[in-house]
């Protein structure tokens, strides 16, 4: 019985024509919806640079009461417009299920973020939907738990699921949490679900991104999800990890030649 769906996954990920038979899952955008200026910009680059995906929030689990929350229902509208603009998929985290009826409307890939990894709730919810989860590591979670997560997903019958690697805490400080590189092979001996990684959120460091990006790939990552912004020191969110369009647009340069390098091998 122990991660039974999981051992035995066959499924393909499959979002309107996305395979990752010969593509990575590359997800980009801000931290959070600020305004419809800001996802507009974004959304016209992703666009010109052929990413499918825009990664956004409405609502942000911030561990201060006094930080920016998010703008919450109003996000929802925003969404919609770039949507109505650009043929793009729009991820957004979930945080409860009262909204559950906007997320299945306007996001293509719900996420379930890392303070919610084990919401029991939350998981039973959205694996009775038909909706792709991208479901984040927490950071105080054992590989086992975050698959037993993954488990709930499938158990209540959604095959559409991939898994976040996004840094667990340690002891050490200079980054805002520790990339586990060794999730991926790991994650990649137990089951067939994609992994992705989020170099933004492992490191909390705008300069890390890039070798971070660079060796999830080449640990056999399926993808990555990175958190860019027009003005990164202006994000009202993790602006310490943003990084540009400029910086974004080589390393997705960079990320291609890894992977051709790999897929040589
Ligand atoms: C996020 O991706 O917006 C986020 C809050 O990340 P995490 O849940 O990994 O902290
Ligand atoms: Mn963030």
Redesign the pocket.
């Known amino acids: 019985m122990e991660l039974e769906l999981v051992k035995k996954y066959h499924q393909e990920l499959n979002i309107d024509g996305f395979s990752l038979k010969d593509n990575l899952l590359i997800i980009a955008g801000p931290?959070?919806i600020e305004s419809e200026e800001q996802m507009l910009q974004v959304a016209k680059m992703l666009f010109e640079n052929k990413i499918m995906f825009l990664?956004t929030?409405t609502y942000?689990?911030r561990t201060s009461p006094y930080s920016f929350q998010g703008l919450g229902r109003e996000g929802f509208g925003i969404i919609k417009k770039i949507k109505e603009i650009y043929p793009l998929k729009v991820v957004a985290?979930i945080v409860n299920t009262r909204d559950l009826d906007l997320y299945i409307e306007y996001v293509d890939i719900i996420?379930i973020?890392?303070?919610?990894m084990q919401n029991f709730e939350i998981l039973k919810t959205l694996g009775q939907t038909k909706k792709p989860v991208l479901l984040?590591?927490g950071?105080g979670n054992t590989i086992e738990e975050w698959l037993n997560a993954a488990e709930y997903l499938l158990v209540n019958g959604n095959d559409q699921v991939i898994l976040?690697e996004?840094?667990i805490r340690t002891f050490e400080v200079m980054t805002r949490n520790t990339l586990d590189i060794s999730s991926i092979p790991i994650v990649k001996g137990i089951t067939k679900l994609p992994i992705i990684v989020?170099p933004?959120?492992a490191s909390g460091r705008s300069d890390l991104v890039r070798p971070l990006s660079l060796a999830a790939i080449a640990a056999g990552a399926d993808g990555l999800?990175i958190?860019v912004h027009p003005q990164p020191n202006e994000s009202i969110s993790?602006k310490d990890q943003a990084i540009g369009f400029g910086e974004f647009t080589s390393l997705l340069d960079e990320i291609i030649r890894i992977k051709t390098v790999l897929n040589e091998m």
């Open positions: 931290c959070s990664r929030a942000k689990p985290e996420q973020g890392a303070r919610n984040k590591r950071f976040c996004r840094g989020d933004s959120h999800m958190e993790d």
